[in-house]
């Protein structure tokens, strides 16, 4: 008799292991990739019934089943993604933890906001116009500097962490949070720094050159200028100025050059009107402090690396032009 109840229970208790590790084993209901959302305020069953509805766990009572057993836990609000087989004890926990989905999203430096509208498209589906139209509105950033025609400029260029909410605004609010960081930092040992001035100043010296060595001589370059009233002559404003005018066709024409908006350096003498990129720290640095040079000109050298000659006449500037147009033939 006794070996008979032995058996009996063994084979309950084997039936009972199945029964758990079919409904609290790992357990994959869905193809692909799946993002589950849970806002604010949800409880514990409507998280449950969202995630037996995406396939992530067996049913919603095997999830309510663990959360029995830890009442007190705190389950954490948010996106999360889940892309392989968990069991309900795994799902609870990376909500418990809040391993919410994110997404890194990168911006290099000498981005423009058009080049940033494109990124985020890309990377997320953020459309292209809600952040255009984002960073147009300057006015989270009057206080920062009241002259800024848009938020070109104070959007830093770095590395974010966004989910697959994170709105235009949200976006530009983050990234402008970065540049007063920075800022602060740089303005600590230069605090007679004009913010207008020194950030539109970099934005042009980050798109003219790529090579740390040369941006400090690109800004005396143009501070040379601007103190002999010499027009900059600095291509990418105008290829600014037609941006803004969606009339850019990929590179630049003598209608370009002779374009009356005010970011085109050939026509107006002195600074555009506001930043024409996002510039990093490198470039704020080289704006803040210009090498002490005579330079007045600087043309691309036919090498890989992007360099420039640098010359104080126009007469070196030209034999400069001259022989490297040459090297390209």
């Known amino acids: 008799m006794l070996k008979r109840l032995a058996i009996l229970l063994l084979i309950l208790l084997a039936g009972a292991a199945a029964v758990g590790y079919r409904w609290f084993g790992a357990y994959r209901g869905f193809q692909e990739s799946v993002f ?7 409880s514990s069953r409507d998280i449950a019934a969202e995630l037996a509805r995406k396939g992530v766990v067996r049913a919603d009572w095997v999830f309510l089943a663990v959360r029995a057993v830890r009442p007190r836990a705190k389950l954490q609000a948010g996106e999360y993604r889940f892309a392989n087989a968990e069991t ?3 799902v609870f926990e990376k909500i418990r933890r809040g391993e919410i989905f994110y997404q890194d999203f990168t911006v290099p430096e000498g981005s423009n906001i058009f080049d940033i509208a494109s990124l985020a498209e890309s990377a997320g589906g953020m459309p292209a116009d809600d952040f255009l139209q984002a960073a147009a509105d300057p006015s989270s950033i009057r206080d920062l500097d009241p002259a800024a025609p848009t938020m070109e400029g104070y959007l830093f260029p770095s590395t974010y962490r966004i989910t697959r909410h994170t709105t235009a605004k949200q976006l530009c609010r983050m990234m402008t949070a970065e540049f007063r960081k920075h800022w602060r930092s740089l303005a600590s040992a230069s605090p007679a ?3 207008h001035r020194t950030t539109t100043l970099a934005s042009l010296v980050e798109r003219e050159t790529g ?3 040369e941006r400090a001589l690109v800004a005396s370059v143009f501070e040379n200028r601007l103190a002999r009233n010499i027009p900059l002559q600095c291509d990418p404003s105008t290829v600014y100025a037609a941006l ?3 009339r850019y066709r990929g590179t630049i024409y003598k209608s370009d050059l002779a374009s009356r908006n005010p970011y085109n350096t050939y026509t107006h003498p002195g600074l555009p009107p506001g930043p024409i990129a996002n510039p990093g720290i490198e ?3 080289a704006a803040l402090h210009p ?3 005579d330079y007045l000109y600087f043309v691309a050298r036919p090498d890989a690396r992007g360099s420039h000659h640098f010359s104080a006449t126009l007469a070196e500037h030209e034999k400069a032009v001259a022989s490297f147009r040459g090297a390209h033939r």
């Not at 589950?36 to 949800?42: F, L, S, T, Y």
Request: glycine content about 8%.
């Open 193 to 195: 720094a004009d913010v």
């Open 291 to 293: 090498a002490a040079t």
């Open 211 to 213: 090579l740390p060595a």
């Open 36 to 42: 589950v959302d849970i806002g604010h305020g949800m």
């Open 244 to 246: 803004v005018e969606n």
């Open 283 to 285: 470039a704020l640095t």
């Open 88 to 90: 309900p004890w795994q």
